[in-house]
């Protein structure tokens, strides 16, 4: 599933992930239709030592895998905040998209 994969990437660059709503919208496909999940991916500055990439470095890198999955990824939110070294905190709000057979 798409929530168990999305946090797993997500712990790889040390964020967590918040699980939001989901909602479905018509495809014109039969006996098909879109479900669009919410998710968002929070970055904090971890211990120094722990991550041997920057907090910013992390973000991107995040922000790539997630991209080019083969599933359409809306990124609809990207706020950061920190100094000139690099950003100590940052929240990616997504919507992955699945196509689904209707019940």
């Known amino acids: 599933m798409w929530q168990v994969d999305l946090k797993r990437r997500a712990e ?7 699980s939001g709503i989901t ?3 018509d495809c ?3 006996g ?10 929070d970055l ?3 211990t120094p030592g ?3 990439n920057s ?3 992390r973000l991107l890198n995040l922000a790539q895998d997630v991209t080019s999955q083969k599933r359409r990824v809306d990124l609809t939110e990207v706020a950061a905040s920190g100094s000139s070294n690099s950003v ?8 992955v998209w699945s196509l689904e057979n209707v019940p």
């Open 88 to 95: 100590s905190e940052a929240r990616l709000n997504l919507q």
């Open 23 to 25: 909602k479905t919208q």
């Open 28 to 30: 014109p496909l039969p």
């Open 12 to 18: 790889q660059f040390a964020m967590t992930v918040n």
């Open 32 to 41: 098909k239709r879109f479900s669009i999940y919410s998710a968002a991916v």
């Open 44 to 46: 904090r500055t971890t």
């Open 50 to 52: 722990i991550r041997t």
């Open 55 to 57: 907090p910013y470095l």
